[in-house]
């Protein structure tokens, strides 16, 4: 019996966009309640940590230095700054998490996706969006799926189907004949 182990689809990142207000971290937290196996990356940041936040848990907090290092050594999938301060996503925990068939959820800004569009290809991006004010053409455009946020539970399933679909697949023999 041989397992079909090319046909079984990659785990994959996905990447949950929308401008202010969309609703992207209650939902991110809704979708993660839902499927607790759906990991969402710790952000890395220069700002100071603030009280009752835990390093390791609600973001990475790095000196400016440690920032720089790690953006010039290309440890960074996409990075931004905010006022004084900078943020951005590590690769490495990423891609072990999607090596090991653990399916990814990355919330960002519309900037922040289209930066991790233009590095890394094979990620899907969903833009969600308010009911009635879906941005321009060209921005729609640079995303795979819309979902506008009108009711979350409904949002929450969607996506969870949505996301869900990029698990590995167990291996099943092949049939012979």
């Known amino acids: 019996m041989s397992l079909d182990d090319e046909a ?7 990447v949950l966009a929308g401008p202010s207000g ?3 971290e209650s939902v991110v937290e809704l979708i ?14 220069t700002r100071p940590r603030r009280e009752g936040e835990l390093d390791g848990v609600h973001r990475h907090f ?3 230095a440690d920032f720089d290092r790690r953006t010039a050594a290309g440890e960074l999938l ?3 700054r905010l006022g004084a301060y900078r943020r951005g996503t ?6 072990n998490r999607l090596a090991a068939g653990q399916p990814v959820l990355l919330p960002l800004d519309l900037d922040g996706a289209l930066l991790v569009r233009a590095v890394w290809s094979e990620a899907r991006l969903v833009l969600l969006h308010p009911p009635g004010r879906i941005p321009g053409p060209a921005t729609v455009a640079a995303f795979d799926h819309s979902v506008s946020h009108d009711r979350t539970e409904r949002v929450v399933a969607e996506l969870v189907g949505f996301i869900g679909s990029s698990f590995l697949a167990p291996a099943r023999p092949r049939p012979r004949g």
């Open 62 to 64: 790095l000196a400016p």
């Open 78 to 80: 996409e990075w931004s």
């Open 22 to 24: 969309a609703g992207r």
């Open 32 to 45: 993660r309640a839902r499927s607790p196996s759906i990991w969402t990356p710790i952000a890395v940041t």
């Open 90 to 95: 590590e690769i490495g925990p990423l891609r």
């Open 8 to 14: 079984r689809p990659a785990a994959r990142l996905t």
